[in-house]
Nanobody
């Protein structure tokens, strides 16, 4: 059974950094696209970033471009989201997900439990 587990969330001041991790079991991250999403209570879930397998092509939401970086450590079967220059509006629960496809897409079937990121002003 595919399981994704996020970690690395926490409380940080505006301008600070956090690195989120997404570890997987039962799949090889080298074979599949992995996306990061976030959600604030009462709002729709937002796609933050995605990395495709193979050539490692990545994409970012406009709101995080230049501040967040997605990367993969295949040896550890872990995907990271490095978040720098954090803003209070980045506060959300962050989730990783996979669509079990090589390329990033619109629909994702497997999700982690989420990790809370809180940015204080």
């Amino acid at each position: 059974e595919v399981q994704l587990v996020e970690s690395g969330g926490g409380l940080v001041q505006a301008g600070g950094s956090l690195r989120l991790s997404c570890a997987a079991s039962a799949i090889n991250f080298d074979d599949y696209a992995i996306g990061w999403f976030r959600q604030v209570p009462g709002k729709e879930r937002e796609g933050v970033s995605c990395i495709s397998s193979g050539d490692g092509t990545s994409s970012y939401a406009d709101s995080v471009k230049g501040r967040f970086t997605i990367s993969t450590d295949n040896a550890k079967n872990t995907v990271y989201l490095q978040m720098d220059s954090l803003k209070p509006e980045d506060t959300a629960v962050y989730y990783c997900a996979t669509n079990l496809e090589r390329l990033c897409g619109e629909e994702y079937d497997y999700w982690g439990q989420g990790t809370q990121v809180t940015v204080s002003s």
